[in-house]
């Protein structure tokens, strides 16, 4: 695996503050295309590649791989249900957490395949939709999956949303976690995201969401209803379904850049 | 990987001619079963694992891949079209050699990574149903799929028919390949299996099919229409579909060891 | 639609007691296969027909149609959650009533063209596994379903779990409940199945659940830990995924007949 | 079903020349799209709505619907392989023509009673991709979904290629076709399209398509390398997969117009 990217994560750069980008890419499915993997390739320091449940088929990963690879984005999988037609964002319940894991394990397995024919390690594993929703709630889930991932690779990280009980499972089993944030998503006083239904879930003036994302990298803060909430940091996940989020993506990456914050894959 | 199974493949045994007996397992999906795996797994020395494309699922490849361990089996990926509902054995056509390539990659990675999980290493790639066909047809075709057997894991070999092209294709790429025959069905002079349909395909007497065995691996011969075909033998596939496939499988095992014929993995 | 079955329900049989029995069949996928069907539609009066979603396939489909109209027995679709690889048995959330519904009528339609070849109107619907303990629960699911229903065929009956909510919400929307119980599982006093994870939620003794058929048929009554709890019993579900099963469902179907009650298909 | 569609086929209109122009549509899949449907309705008369085998599922299916019955565009069904990832437009070997027929009924099935649910009674059925391209040129398969079309409903027509076997078995076993030409394809000497490798198989300046259409309409004729070969034009197919598609399609409709053909259903 190349240790560097560009120019970005030099000596002197480690030093400085700095975060992660991410996005989820790859997941389209045969003839069908969601967003602009190549526009978003071009923003982000690490990409979350769809591995064939929710999104994704052998070779849209492989494809995709590729163009990461070439502008030395990190890689890793982004598993999900096996819900091709719900996009992955239904719940399905009454699995038992060990096949559920076996089911992610499955899902890394064959993109690590894909990914080492294009000379690439798998950096990390990122949970996708309603799975990640559930394993953020279910503690049982998230240890499963978390010793799933270890006993895969144990580099691998677990890229995981900030605050999530994912974080303290990662610690207690060894795995590496990368807490993640979103900067047009609105958090409530406990640092969870506020649901989509509710006012203030959702931010769009890009001033505001690039304002968002310095400081949450800066000062480990966001507002939430009025107070300050802590929040860590690590990587900042950017989308790309829509013309105005690939936008948005580059919006937020030149203004971390202009706020002297090194933007440089958490992987190194 | 553990290199001895039992005390079958000593010094001593090596030297004395021998044989793989292997057999398509896991091949289930769901709530569904296909065959009495746990009864193959106590006759053969290798699996073939349905990878979830025309059968099997994570669940149950982990489930399979437990039983064939237990019993010092060795794995191997048996990897098909993506067509669960012909079970595979439909022709799927308008696909790039490379792109089927990277669909059997897949497969190979998901079932590695859950072998891996069980302490398993694989020790083999074996074609199904009709992705075997064309590829024993279609040599571009069988070094595209070649090449990325090659590519996953330079340990693996190539379960192929005996006499196919892959022999000669896996020669080329330095692929190692381990000749598969069938005790159960008819040859013809060039040393090709007769279509299903032509009279003497099917062999269902268990004296004789043992007797066949026991001539193709001791002579390297097979009886075709009168005359006496050679035949490389290094592995004989025998099915579990039926109480009565179960039933053949074991009379050829007794046969083969009834004629001080090891009975033995080809991975050592 | 032939509305004479045998001699079964010739006037003075509609005046004798009697139920029907009902069993889901076809629930095979591609070349797997589900129980023994044929013995099942021997049995029954009524036939729930899988469509597809989470288990059957178009030829399946055919082919269980052409087996139970030569039988005489009554068909019906049996719709569930897409879902193949969980059998229907897991819940998907997130999908509107409307949705849900929609799904519902693609089945039920794909089903009554493939009947209406087979010269064969379907009788009913019959909702499978989570899909109908969701809907038993959820009423504004359970009313969008029945409305889908009538809107297809208002001749369409539902069969449905005795007691449950959707017996109120047929009422309501016209379409016609059957209300179907089962004479091997055990009931709480308010007359809901007990959970299977409960001590005598599962009646094996084959004398005991024929016993408790003939009452339920004869009293409208189920013994609920001591007391007993009146239940409308049009219909007695049974099953055959076992040999052991098949054996039940003829011994339910001898006692009925030996207790002088007729064994007719709901449908007249 | 209404039987008119805004002015466009009183009395008078029948008398003039026309055509119909048709397109694919609904050819999504969860939570993907293809193509822009909206603007595709608006410009055609008669929609072939995909039936969740190749593409589209229950909820577009039932969107598409609603879109064309608003817009008065005719609805019929399109019915494809069992091949989501490959869009149907791979060909699958292996089953025997009674069995495809029976694949196409439960699609046609499905659709029919979504489309009943909106008040639509579907006029046709048009084969997609793979397996259309293989019912042109296997009599047996063709006549098989014919009799599945005829025995569904004796009123849907069958939207066929111009020229091929399908028009002859339709003849021959009662089923109406409609002949379907392509304006933006060239076509050989027997009135057969070039396969797209070859050159000149694609026309794609907008007023040479334009041209073409309306010669096919009013002289039947189309121009193969030079020499004018005969072409039976009762409906011409549009796409609508890329913008320029689009703007393409309304060329057509507006230089039909413009030479005073009437653009209209062929379903009365």
Redesign the interface.
Known sequence: MPRTRGGVDGNGDRARAGVDLNSDVGE???????GDDAAMLDIVTTANIAC?FH?G???I??RTVAMAVERGVRVGAHPGY??????G???????APA?IA??V??????????A??EGCVLSHVKLHG?LSNVAAEDEELAAAIGA?IR??DPRLAWLVPAGSAMVAVGERLGVRTVSEVFADRGYDSSGNLLPRSQPGALVDDPAAVARRAVRMVREGMVSASGTDVPLRAESICVHGDTRGAVELASAVRRALEGAALAVRPFAT
Chains 1, 2, 3, 4 share one sequence.
């Open positions: 389209g499915f045969g003839p069908w295309r969601m064939g999104a088929d052998p070779l990963m492989a096996n819900d091709l037609w719900g996009y964002r239904r719940r399905v319940s009454g699995d096949d076996t089911m394990l499955y899902q890394v397995g064959a993109l690590s395949a894909i080492a024919r309603a799933a006993d895969t």
